[in-house]
């Protein structure tokens, strides 16, 4: 069974720094692509970034490039998210999520969620 545990929400400042973790299942770490997405009040859920099973290749949203870095280690089940220089629009619940596909942008692609977790940037 597949499971994602996230962990790291919070309130920051803008232009602040928070790093995300979610806990994965082992069976998740070797065979799944794991993606960030976040939903905000009153929006769909929108992609974040993604990285490959190997943490070799990832790929984000405009938005965010630069600014955050999907990250993996394997030999803890875990992937992160790095969110730096936080803005205001970046708040949102941030949910981890994997799949068994590659170049996935959408949230029905993907068949695996955490239950989420509050990300809140002050002005």
């Known amino acids: 069974q597949v499971q994602l545990v996230e962990s790291g929400g919070g309130l920051v400042q803008a232009g602040g720094s928070l790093r995300l973790s979610c806990a994965t299942s082992e069976r998740t770490v070797s065979d799944f692509t794991l993606a960030w997405f976040r939903q905000a009040p009153g929006k769909e859920r929108e992609f974040v970034g993604a990285i490959d099973w190997s943490g070799g290749m990832s790929y984000y949203t405009d938005s965010v490039k630069g600014r955050f870095t999907i990250s993996r280690d394997n030999a803890k089940n875990m992937v992160y998210l790095q969110m730096n220089n936080l803005k205001p629009e970046d708040t949102a619940v941030y949910y981890c999520?994997?799949?068994?596909?590659?170049?996935?942008?959408?949230?029905?692609?993907?068949?695996?969620w955490g239950q989420g977790t509050q990300v809140t940037v002050s002005s």
């Open positions: 999520a994997a799949d068994l596909g590659w170049g996935r942008r959408t949230a029905h692609e993907y068949d695996y």
